[in-house]
């Protein structure tokens, strides 16, 4: 699923319920996050529901290059932030490490209309996993 299949499905869907309820099944589609990933090091803070992320540099890992990547997982004991996690997954997948720096995930979402849609504390909890992702990101680089 891409960025622009989001973008369609959203635009047929007509209410809010049913675009969360949308998110939610995207939530429901990532695969299991291990318990052993369940560590103090990957929770994400900020978040009002408790959030991991794991993340490992995949691809060659030579700085520049097309497959110098992240790989990521995750999971949220609330729906909706799943959903968000797996949304975040699909907007940064496949990308560079150095092209996740300089994208506006927070800035996709207003796109779609979610980020007025979210409450203070969620949108809050998205910039904490936006934030953490970049800095997986820098911290890859910088390797």
Request: proline fraction near 3%.
């Amino acid at each position: 699923m891409t960025l622009d299949d989001i973008r369609a499905d959203f635009a047929l869907l007509d209410d809010w319920e049913d675009r969360y309820r949308y998110v939610i099944e995207l939530g429901r589609a990532l695969p299991a996050f291990p318990e052993a990933l369940r560590t103090d090091a990957n929770k994400v803070r900020g978040c009002a529901s408790q959030v991991w992320l794991a993340t490992k540099r995949a691809g060659s890992g030579a700085k520049g290059s097309a497959d110098d990547t992240l790989e990521m997982q995750g999971m949220s004991d609330a729906h909706i932030v799943q959903g968000l996690i797996a949304l975040l997954f699909i907007i940064y997948k496949g990308k560079p490490l150095d092209e996740i720096l300089k994208i506006d995930a927070e800035g996709i979402f207003a796109s779609l209309g979610l980020k007025d849609h979210l409450t203070p504390q969620r949108s809050n909890g998205l910039a904490s996993m936006v934030k953490r992702i970049r800095a997986d990101a820098a911290e890859m680089l910088a390797a």
